[in-house]
């Protein structure tokens, strides 16, 4: 079992910067692949990025792209989401997920989840 544990989330204006944290318990962090995904009030969870258990393959949803970058220490047991340029479509809260599944950019395969944290974007 895995416990995940976001930070790192708060308000910040339109073009800024924040950076999530990912914290994981136990001694099986390398074997999942590592989810962010986010959702606003009255939307669906959608994916954001993911990144392999390796750290070398990543993927991001259109919208994100060039603008986040997801990255893991796996000494750490830690998942990292730097979003960059933020703009006014970007809050929600922001959740990070694990998944040992091939399919990683739909939220029904991943298994574990952190309660997530709120990203707010000021004009």
């Known amino acids: 079992q895995v416990q995940l544990v976001e930070s790192g989330g708060g308000l910040v204006q339109a073009g800024g910067s924040l950076r999530l944290s990912c914290a994981a318990s136990?001694?099986?962090?390398?074997?999942?692949?590592m989810g962010w995904f986010r959702q606003a009030p009255g939307k669906e969870r959608e994916f954001v990025a993911v990144?392999?258990?390796?750290?070398?393959?990543?993927n991001y949803a259109d919208s994100v792209k060039g603008r986040f970058a997801v990255s893991r220490d796996n000494a750490k047991n830690t998942v990292y989401l730097q979003m960059n340029s933020l703009k006014l479509e970007d809050p929600a809260v922001y959740y990070c997920?694990?998944?040992?599944?091939?399919?990683?950019?739909?939220?029904?395969?991943?298994?574990?989840w952190g309660q997530g944290t709120q990203v707010t974007v000021s004009s």
């Open positions: 990144v392999s258990r390796t750290g070398d393959t990543t």
């Open positions: 136990g001694r099986t962090f390398s074997s999942y692949t």
């Open positions: 997920a694990a998944t040992t599944s091939v399919v990683v950019t739909q939220r029904e395969t991943y298994r574990y």
